[in-house]
T-cell receptor, first 114, second 112 residues
Framework: NAGVTQTPKFQVLKTGQSMTLQCAQDMNHNSMYWYRQDPGMGLRLIYYSASEGTTDKGEVPNGYNVSRLNKREFSLRLESAAPSQTSVYFC?????????????FGPGTRLTVL | GDSVTQMEGPVTLSEEAFLTINCTYTATGYPSLFWYVQYPGEGLQLLLKATKADDKGSNKGFEATYRKETTSFHLEKGSVQVSDSAVYFCALVTGGGNKLTFGTGTQLKVEL
């Protein structure tokens, strides 16, 4: 049981390049999330998907797009990377019944945009 | 909107010292409260949770009590170990939803 997996673990991009961060979970969870973590700012929600086929914006969606490919997979795309998107990105999933909304996190992708 | 405020770190303690990390919140409605821990190079893991006033969450020697009157959820441990060195995040969710609101995190360093 792998839980939440993310690829790649590290990535360096040049300004203007595009890339897709992949996330998959094997816990049959309905909800999935993408966060970014920056020093002194905690985790901020980029996008989330409450269920297969739906996606919604979080706190900081600008510059990102997402795809909920199926129940297991939720990808995050940067169409034209900017230095401000240098961050650590975490994917998470949850399937619990409120209020027991534990989220399970992946190991993260460390992205540097030059 | 909802928000979580944590004490700033880093907090540096000697092994076997008592730990308190303060967390206060503002929320519309009646939140559930969580503490997550992030060990170096890893993702976040749920440490403990509480879903109603006066509940005490506990795990691995850590405890936190949901105090509605002071809107607080302070994390405590009686005797820390070097292996407790990590970043600790307080978080909440309201309205039965799934979106967590995180504090900025508090780094704990425990030295021998």
């Amino acid at each position: 049981n792998a839980g939440v997996t993310q690829t790649p673990k590290f990535q360096v991009l040049k300004t203007g390049q595009s890339m897709t961060l992949q996330c998959a979970q094997d816990m049959n969870h309905n909800s999935m999330y993408w966060y970014r973590q920056d020093p002194g700012m905690g985790l901020r929600l980029i996008y989330y998907s409450a269920s297969e086929g739906t996606t919604d914006k979080g706190e900081v969606p600008n510059g990102y797009n997402v795809s909920r490919l199926n129940k297991r997979e939720f990808s995050l795309r940067l169409e034209s990377a900017a230095p401000s998107q240098t961050s650590v990105y975490f994917c998470a999933s949850s399937g619990g019944v409120a209020p027991y909304n534990e989220q399970f996190f992946g190991p993260g992708t460390r992205l540097t945009v030059l | 909107g909802d928000s979580v405020t944590q004490m700033e770190g880093p907090v540096t303690l000697s092994e076997e010292a008592f730990l308190t990390i303060n967390c206060t919140y503002t929320a519309t409605g009646y939140p559930s409260l969580f503490w997550y821990v992030q060990y170096p190079g890893e993702g976040l893991q749920l440490l403990l949770k509480a879903t109603k006033a006066d509940d005490k969450g506990s795990n691995k020697g850590f405890e936190a009590t949901y105090r509605k009157e002071t809107t607080s959820f302070h994390l405590e441990k009686g005797s820390v170990q070097v292996s407790d060195s990590a970043v600790y995040f307080c978080a909440l969710v309201t309205g039965g939803g799934n979106k967590l609101t995180f504090g900025t995190g508090t780094q704990l360093k425990v030295e021998l």
